[in-house]
């Protein structure tokens, strides 16, 4: 069996893509608790392939993060790759595509502010969602070699967001008002030219 896997890993060229399914809001598996991967894991045959798979689904659906739990993978797995440069939060430090084993997260400050997130399970809309702003983040690489990051202001919502699909959670549970969720094309119309006002008198209210 290893040697199949083997062989047919040694097929897979760089222009080989495997684009999985996203699962979507409804699909139960986006609300299961994903089991942590063990060092046996770490140096299975399957695990580099997830990751190319996982990879080619991130890019191919256009996001800047997947959970292994969004392609029906219920395992304690992300992968995050932000272009960074200049956006409407700001300039946005980049981050190269990287994967999350079994990560934690550590608030070091729990103020609070709000971003429109966006998730490839919920497509089609936005929601307004407030999380703490500066935060520690202990991981695994493929090695099993432990990391540690810290984050601040966007960056800082896109890991929250990330690893809360490994615990079975959606954005749309952090919505503290369910009148700031919108689809595209009416947050593009109506509520964007209105974010800023928006998010400094969400901030206002901590
Ligand atoms: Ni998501």
């Not at 199949?4 to 699909?27: C, P, Q, T, W, Y």
């Not at 399957?46 to 219920?74: F, K, S, V």
């Not at 809309?125 to 991981?139: A, E, M, N, T």
């Amino acid at each position: 069996m290893a040697n199949r896997l083997d062989a047919f890993r040694f097929n897979v060229s760089e222009e080989s893509v495997a684009v999985r399914k996203v699962i979507r809001m409804g699909h139960p598996m986006l609300r299961e608790v994903a089991r942590p991967l063990s060092q046996s894991d770490l140096s299975s045959d399957w695990i580099g392939r997830l990751i190319e798979d996982m990879t080619d689904t991130l890019h191919d659906y256009g996001g800047i993060g997947l959970a292994a739990p969004q392609i029906a993978e219920p395992l304690r797995l992300a992968i995050i790759e932000i272009a960074g440069g200049p956006t409407r939060y700001g300039e946005i430090p980049a981050v190269p595509l990287t994967v999350f084993i079994n990560p934690t997260i550590e608030i070091v400050d729990p103020a609070a502010h709000g971003y429109w997130e966006g998730c490839l399970s919920v497509p089609g809309l936005r929601g307004f969602v407030r999380r703490p702003q500066h935060i520690k983040v202990r991981y695994l690489d493929l090695n099993g070699d432990e990391f540690e990051l810290e984050l601040q202001g966007f960056l800082a919502t896109v890991f929250q967001h990330e690893f809360d699909h490994l615990d079975g959670r959606l954005y749309i549970d952090r919505l503290e008002d369910s009148a700031l969720l919108s689809f595209e094309e009416e947050f593009v119309r109506y509520l964007e030219p209105k974010e800023v006002p928006l998010a400094a008198a969400a901030e206002k209210e901590e």
